[in-house]
Nanobody, 123 residues
């Protein structure tokens, strides 16, 4: 069983930056993807970005050019660098991990493991 722990959320002003970190309790075995999702207040959880062991990275359109996902396999960690933050980025950000390469990275059901989330507030 893989446990995911997020950190790095906080309250910032428009235009500022934050880096979110997700650490897995064990290294993922074989091919997998790790993704970040977010849920704004009163709305559904949506995809943000993902990185897979085949080297592909994916971003939802609203964060392209502002957010960067990366990973450190030695640390079992995935990072989400968020620049030029906007009030509409305000949400609970949650890390997720799959146990296979996902052809459709944005589908929540493809991820087997989820963290508890970290709040990001932009004002």
């Amino acid at each position: 069983h893989v446990q995911l722990v997020e950190s790095g959320g906080g309250s910032v002003h428009t235009g500022e930056s934050l880096t979110l970190t997700c650490v897995a309790s064990i290294s993922t075995i074989g091919e997998a993807c790790m993704g970040w999702f977010r849920q704004p207040p009163g709305k559904e959880r949506d995809e943000v970005a993902a990185i897979c062991t085949d080297g592909h990275t994916y971003y939802t359109d609203s964060v392209k050019g502002r957010f960067t996902i990366s990973q450190d396999t030695a640390e079992n960690a995935v990072y989400l660098q968020m620049n030029s933050l906007k009030p509409e980025d305000t949400a609970m950000y949650t890390c997720a991990a799959s146990n296979r390469i996902l052809p459709e990275w944005y589908i929540l059901a493809g991820y087997a493991y989820w963290g508890q989330g970290t709040q990001v507030t932009v004002s």
